[in-house]
């Protein structure tokens, strides 16, 4: 939650994360994987991996055709500090551990199995649906009396080695997870 003396810092961030990438995209309607893609985006610019490195960011998406051709067209050209990006569409046999950013879509049976896969590593884990950072993911994405919001889960952030700017986590709801920071 934001204190008195940080509410306009973080009104500006809810605005950030909140407003489309260009005037024009303001004027258009805007989809769910649209949305979901700006959400990844702005995730991204929020957060920090361990070591410092100018390889490109990996932004990975599995199971969503939709939501990676909207990322694909909202980044296309962008940096993050000096780092291009790369959005690429995985399949589950795909080593997932190489992405910076996975994004999962829908929570079904598999899900635990590729939480295991990227099990310690660097990778910002990212999913449709409120529940998914209480499964042990990072970023859930949900729809909320129409609005799309989302929930973090810190310790899961904590064990990946991501740190997710104070900003991101004001406007998060925060998720518990049982099994803490530790891995």
């Known amino acids: 939650m934001c204190k008195a003396s940080q509410f306009s810092r973080c009104a500006l961030v809810a605005v950030a994360l ?3 990438q260009t005037a024009s995209e303001a004027q258009q309607p805007v989809t769910q994987p649209a949305m979901k893609a700006d959400f990844l985006y702005k ?3 929020f957060a920090q991996w361990p ?3 100018t ?5 990975c998406v599995l199971d969503d055709a939709a939501v990676d051709r909207a990322l694909e067209q909202l980044v296309r050209g962008s940096t993050i500090g000096g780092r291009t990006i790369e959005v ?7 080593q997932m551990r190489s992405c910076h ?3 999962v879509s829908g929570v079904d049976a598999g899900l635990a199995a590729v939480l295991e896969e990227v099990k310690g590593a660097p ?8 529940q998914f950072p209480r499964l042990g993911g990072v970023i859930g994405v949900f729809l909320d009396g129409g609005k799309m919001r989302f929930a973090v889960n810190a310790d899961a952030a904590q064990r990946a080695g991501i740190q997710l700017s104070a900003k991101l986590l004001t406007l998060a709801k925060l998720v518990k997870d049982p099994r803490g920071a530790q891995p």
């Open 88 to 94: 690429i569409r995985i399949s589950r046999d795909r």
């Open 18 to 20: 909140l407003l489309p």
């Open 43 to 45: 995730f991204v610019k």
């Open 51 to 53: 070591g410092h490195t």
């Open 101 to 103: 950013l996975l994004y």
């Open 55 to 59: 390889d490109p960011l990996a932004l």
């Open 123 to 130: 990778v910002l884990t990212v999913s449709d649906g409120e």
